[in-house]
């Protein structure tokens, strides 16, 4: 064992002669089995960072390990693996083989296909320019768990992401478009006249995030995922639309025009009938997608939490950004009870012989960063699951091991596609010859050599497909459907095949065949109405469940149908029948979605469920604004809260305020849910005047208990009411009231902007608990001699105290003269105003500021300022104390590193900030690469004040933005005078031109050095 210092996990360090460094360490000693999840919990308490990025410093010792790392050889990276008892791996295939393998999938005769692809030069570049994509098949024809033959299908296809095999031919993702090549005389050669763009206008922004993991879902559907950073906008070519080839650019049209638009989520694709839909929204980087036993589908994912149970019509928890729906107000986080460091790909849940029965129903994936396959437990949990970590299977020891995706074989085997490569993040391509497979199986398999299990399934009768279905191995049942689907698109179902299902489906003792069987019937198009409309009442769950599903599948069901589901959400005892209804709330007609939500709500054992009031929410929202009046008398009735309070929340935003207050002035059990709900959406709302009705209503509310009593207050100081300012102005007065009362109090003053508090603020700024909301609450006023206080009282305020003053006076033009004259005099340091406030101020002040400031409009960084900050860094020794000072004020307010600073750039804890190219490169060029998500947008109000940020969220009635120096601002959209949304990063450049050589390097020092 040994022992190094800290440093060496963020980057190369050295000692220079006659310098000292100390360095702390704790052991954690383990006996027995090591736990991967445990560490992380040790390092978490460790560190004390305990988000969702506290162990962003062991990610970059993985990218530091790879680039370091030795090569090896397919075989020697198998001996240096650490596998889990009583399993093996070996080397499948490998280069020269194949190299760069991005997607790989199975055929109906055990072969797997490898999309190769050539093109992928770095994430941030690259489409057709080097060539050589193809998609080959490689064979086992001895099987011996080595591919020994290689078949090219096809080249000279720019950018093949992801593929799935079917319908005798390859549906191929290949950015802007998803094809399909058929091989329809089964001859191993794509039929190249023949190719089909059934969709297009996918994005490849991000080359990580483009389409990927296609995957046959149950319902024959081919679904796959799309990651958050790359916007789509996915629809049918124009005629027969365009195939891309080498040397050909990548369209620049692709977000115009009509289309389904997708930036994140999950989505599936009917093969037969052309429909293309979003499954759901959200997520960061999605890459693998799987299907347990019972039809529940789930995925993996990076950056953010890494397991998500997906429900169709639900909207996931997202890396950065907005949801396209404003009135979502929460979003349905992950089901995992642990973490892993970030990247993980492939989701595999094993449904298969060869392992023992403890590994069946686990969730397989990769981790990248961990250089593994690592599994976990899915546990039931009210309508969803939770998942715990299982095993860390295999631990490839690898630095360069880079597997993303994974596949479950005909044998029971697991199989690993491992990209290989020094860089694992992608950003460059370092081996560009390299691409392995590596099969896991247990020492001694318990795979059932059942007849046909390593034949061509097409070569089997519909009646042998059929039996498939009770198949030990679920890959079988899998691909038995897939073909029975494509020969119904010629002919009907064997009615001898057609029986055998029936049967199955109605006897058989095992819940899961039945519904193999009846996924094989619906995907033939051998079910019928009154076959599903009595499945609505069987005895399984997921049976009812899946019933509803396909009832809905193609639009509305008939009233015989909806009347049932109706009286099913009202009794059925099944939380996962219940989410069912729950996600068809957004696919029946409008009758049928007030009902079912109004039976869904009435269920208070699912008020803490993980899915299932979001779930109701997502189908009732849009049924608020039609009508009011019912929508909140359901909400009123509720028996979840947070139907109550959304609802009030949506009502609210649909100007309903009157019929609002008449729900609350019944005073229903839930009347705080609704007034928390109402209180939400009047954040920001200062246009809004008091219904007729809400005198009498808070009249009502006063005599109540204290939380409504309360809560009325502050709505009705937001109201702008003489009673409750009253009510405000005595708590704000009162010194001995509890602070956070006082300042509630002040903030509800500041949003009407009373004069009240603009004549107390010169007291109030002589409270220290109180005094970072008075300086705040200044930037509500358009009065001099506020400013002019501020400035005086500036040099005697602590630091974050300043920070914000700073950002009070670049809020209007009147404050913006008096700290642009500070700056002229000298008066005000430059060094205290931050890069982004300069370039703020420009726009309040106008072009006058400039000849005080210097240039501040972008420009391109030279080489020489490259250099010479690459000197500053290598002649200085920094200060990393003060490094973490300049942070908080130079970079702290917006961008968050090990749980502190803001929110509104991207987290720096798990970035590539050892290298001082990438350091500089981001600091100097903010705008060279932007995300969508993080672009600003300056607004001016009519009353004269600007705000410049990120917009988080959007409705018809208020804007919500993340302004530097402030919390979350919603701004009422009436009271906006200009809205300007540019291309440009909030982040400005000249963020280090204030500072001396050495600021720089004690900056510079400690964003590369700083750790836990």
């Not at 090896?72 to 990276?77: I, N, R």
């Not at 478009?177 to 297009?200: G, M, Q, S």
Request: proline letters at 4%; one cysteine or more.
């Amino acid at each position: 064992m040994g022992v190094g210092p800290a440093t060496a996990r963020d980057t190369s360090w050295t000692i220079q002669k006659g310098e000292t460094e100390i360095f702390k360490h704790q052991l954690v000693v383990y006996t027995g089995e090591f736990s991967d999840t445990r560490l992380n919990d040790e390092w978490a308490k460790y560190t004390g960072n305990t988000s969702i990025y506290n162990t962003a410093e062991l990610w970059k010792l993985a990218q530091l390990e790879a680039l370091d790392a030795r090569f090896l050889t397919p075989q020697e990276a198998v001996d240096v693996m650490a596998v889990k008892p009583g399993n093996r791996v070996n080397v499948w295939a490998a280069e020269p083989m194949m190299t760069q393998p991005m997607a790989f999938c199975w055929d109906d005769r055990g072969r797997l296909w490898i999309a190769e692809n050539k093109d992928y030069e770095s994430r941030g570049h690259g489409f057709s320019n080097i060539g050589g994509s193809r998609i080959i098949i490689l064979e086992d024809t001895d099987h011996d768990g080595v591919a020994d033959k290689r078949t090219v299908f096809m080249e000279d296809i720019a950018f093949p992401a992801a593929m799935a095999v079917g319908f005798d031919g390859v549906f191929i993702g290949a950015p802007p478009n998803l094809i399909f090549v058929p091989d329809r005389n089964h001859d191993d050669k794509a039929d190249v006249n023949d190719i089909e763009v059934r969709l297009t206008g996918w994005g490849i922004r991000d080359r990580h995030e483009t389409l990927n993991s296609f995957h046959w879902g149950p319902d024959g559907w081919l679904y796959g995922c799309q990651g958050f950073a790359t916007p789509s906008k996915v629809r049918k070519p124009k005629g027969k639309g365009k195939l891309y080839k080498h040397k050909d650019p990548f369209p620049e049209d692709i977000l115009e025009g009509e289309g389904v638009d997708i930036n994140g989520g999950v989505w599936r694709y009917h093969p037969v009938k052309d429909k293309f839909e979003v499954v759901a929204h959200g997520f960061s980087n999605p890459w693998g997608i799987d299907y347990d036993a019972k039809g529940q589908m789930f995925i993996t994912a990076c950056v953010i939490p890494h397991l998500w149970h997906i429900i169709p019509g639900g909207i996931y928890q997202r890396q950065g950004g907005q949801h396209f729906n404003p009135y979502v107000y929460d979003d349905i986080k992950t089901i995992t009870d642990h973490s892993h460091r970030s990247a993980h790909g492939g989701a595999r849940i094993y449904q298969s012989d060869a392992f023992p029965a403890s590994e069946r129903g686990r969730i397989f994936m990769c981790n990248i960063h961990e250089h593994a396959v690592l599994s976990d437990i899915l546990k039931r949990q009210g309508s969803g699951f939770v998942g715990s970590h299982g095993d860390d299977f295999v631990m490839a020891n690898n630095g360069q091991w880079v597997g993303f995706s994974m596949e479950v074989g005909p044998d029971g085997g697991l199989y690993a596609l491992d990209w290989h490569d020094a860089d694992i993040c992608g950003q460059t391509v370092r081996n560009s010859e390299t691409g392995r497979v590596f099969r896991i199986m247990p020492e001694k398999s318990e795979a059932m050599d059942f007849p046909g299990r390593y034949d061509d399934l097409n070569k089997l009768s519909d009646k042998q497909l059929a039996d498939l279905q009770t198949s030990t191995s679920d890959w079988h049942a899998r691909r038995a459907r897939v073909i029975l689907q494509g020969r119904c698109v010629k002919n009907t179902l064997n009615p001898e095949a057609k029986g055998r299902l029936m049967d199955l489906f109605e006897s058989s003792p095992d819940s899961d065949y039945r519904l193999r069987a009846l996924w094989a019937l619906h995907v033939t198009k051998s079910t019928e109405t009154r076959m599903l409309k009595k499945a609505l009442s069987d005895r399984d769950e997921y049976v009812r469940a899946w019933a509803i599903q396909l009832l809905c599948e193609d639009g509305e069901p008939s009233g015989d149908i909806t009347s049932l589901m109706v009286r099913m959400a009202e009794k059925d005892k099944s939380p996962v029948v219940r989410l069912y209804l729950a996600s068809a709330i957004q696919r029946v007609d409008g009758e049928t979605g007030w009902r079912l939500a109004e039976a869904l709500s009435h269920h208070g054992e699912d008020e803490n469920d993980h899915n299932l009031p979001k779930m109701i929410w997502f189908g009732f929202e849009k049924l608020v604004k039609e009508n009011p009046k019912r929508a909140l008398e359901i909400a009123s009735e509720s028996k979840l809260s947070l139907i109550s309070r959304f609802t009030a929340r949506r009502a609210v935003d649909a100007d309903a305020l009157a019929e609002l207050a008449d729900a609350i002035a019944n005073q229903p059990a839930n009347v705080d849910d609704l007034l928390q709900g109402m209180l939400a959406g009047m954040e920001g709302r200062i246009d809004l005047e008091p219904p007729s009705n809400w005198e009498k209503t808070m009249n009502k509310l006063q005599r109540g208990k204290a939380s409504t009593a309360n809560l009325a207050q502050e709505i009705g100081a937001l109201f702008g009411d003489a009673a409750s300012t009253q009510r405000s102005l005595g708590v704000l007065n009162d010194k001995k009231a509890d602070p956070a009362q006082r300042i509630k109090a002040m903030q509800a003053l500041a949003a009407q902007q009373r004069k009240e508090l603009e004549q107390m603020i010169p007291q109030l700024l002589e409270e220290p608990a109180l005094r970072l909301e008075v300086i705040r609450s200044i930037a509500a006023y358009n009065d001099k001699g506020l400013g002019e206080l501020l400035l005086k009282k500036y040099p005697s305020l602590n630091e974050e105290e300043k920070q914000q003053a700073i950002h009070t006076l670049s809020s209007r033009p009147v404050y913006g003269w008096l700290l642009a004259d500070a700056l002229k005099n000298k008066t005000m340091p430059r060094s205290q105003v931050p890069a982004n406030v300069a370039r703020q101020l420009r726009r309040v002040v106008g072009s006058g500021f400039v000849e005080i400031w210097g240039p501040i409009d972008d420009q391109p960084a030279d080489k020489k300022e490259y250099a010479h900050y690459k000197k500053v860094v290598a002649e200085h020794k920094p200060d990393l104390s003060n490094g973490e000072k300049l942070f908080a004020s130079v970079c702290g307010t917006c961008h968050k590193m090990f749980d502190k600073g803001g929110n509104i750039g991207p987290n720096l804890t798990g970035s590539n900030r050892s290298d001082i190219d990438y350091l500089l490169f981001n600091i100097l060029s903010p705008g060279a690469e932007i995300q969508d998500a993080y672009k600003m947008i300056i607004i001016t109000t009519r009353d004269g004040r600007t705000y410049s940020g990120n917009l988080i969220a959007e409705n018809e009635r208020q804007i919500t933005m993340r302004v530097v120096g402030q919390n979350d601002v919603v701004l009422n959209k009436s009271t906006i005078q200009s809205r300007e949304a540019t291309e440009t990063s909030l982040m400005p450049q000249g963020l280090l031109s204030n500072l001396s050589d050495k600021e720089v390097a004690d900056l510079l020092g400690y964003l590369m050095k700083a750790g836990k």
